[in-house]
């Protein structure tokens, strides 16, 4: 049975992979600084909402498949070690390749030769190859390959038995033992070089970003000019595939696409115009949504709700969240922001989603929670996600 060590192992998209590892016959261990994670997840409890990995953690466990650990030492005796750490990043939101190489220099002295290093976490391009070559500095000429998650939080485990897996490889051997990892979750493989498949990586979550902000250009644009996106997008979609895909207006967050886009312009050296202009539309909305708020309300003697306080719907992450950013501003301006959210369960400022409705003189939908589709309210309600689908007109 090949061992398998995550570090990172007990993150959003670490846990869900070293679970699936261990659901599918690996020797799994998640390796994590955190010690509550480590404790909760040995308990058997999950500490976020992950689609179908409860049931997997408490199998797992039992049949002693997979285990959470904070020791390093676990590093020794694994055949694979994943690293899965949050986007390196400085406190300007510029790339910085430093983090990934100092962490692999702490495990250098757990590390071998006979290992194979598969890293996931966003990247510079070229980072994957300055790791071959500081482990072959010192002596350790593990095999080391890019291979990126592309799940969507929430849904990884179904995805990560579902989606082609992207390998980044510059040799035969690496690509040959990475690929027999995926092949076992049961998925296809592309194998491209690692510079190629660091850039797909940032690819296709800057696609994604650009997407949603062409999206909210369109809804700013139409809610300037009195109209209402909603209905202007779905005309345009409507039996029509080539528009099939325009998404929605709302907020853009989390903590992937925003980084992810500000790291595009790092590798390019900041020659991506695109890229800082989706980050200005997307970024702003916010700002935006309480300016067309006070052309219709006076603020100052208005108590303002905020439903849903995660970065997207039916979670209970918040991180990097605009309804935050949305608070904020609103505090500077009204008497009062209440916050509800149904599944955050980190932030203790939260109140009862009936005392909202209930203290608030308006009402703003901060994240589009599916349970909102049938709120009753006779407040005013902003809602620019067209949740309750009577508009997304501000």
Known sequence: MKRIVVLGGCGHAGLPFALALANSGFDSTSLDISIEAVE????????????????ILTKTLQSNNFRATTDFNAIKSADILVIMIGTPIDENNNSNPAMILDLISECMPHMNSTQLVILRSTVLPGTTDLVAKLLQKNGISADVVFCPERILQGHAIKELYELPQIIGSENVIAQSRASDVFTLLGVKTIVVS?????????????WRYIKFAIANQFWLLSNDAGLDYSKIRDAIAFDYPRASDLPGAGFTAGPCLHKDT?????ASNNNFDLGYSAILINEGMPDYVVSKIEERFDLSNK?????GMSFKADSDDIRSSLSYRLKEILEKKSVKVLTSDPFVTTDTKLLPESQVLMESDILIIGSPHSRYKNIMTEKPLIDFWNILGK????
């Open 40 to 55: 909760m997840i040995n308990s058997g409890k999950m500490p976020f909402m992950e689609d179908g990995a409860l049931e």
């Open 194 to 206: 690692t510079r190629e498949a660091e850039m797909a990586k940032l690819f296709t979550n800057v």
């Open 262 to 266: 500000h790291f595009l312009a790092t």
């Open 303 to 307: 108590v303002v709700g905020i439903l």
């Open 391 to 394: 508009g997304s007109q501000i």
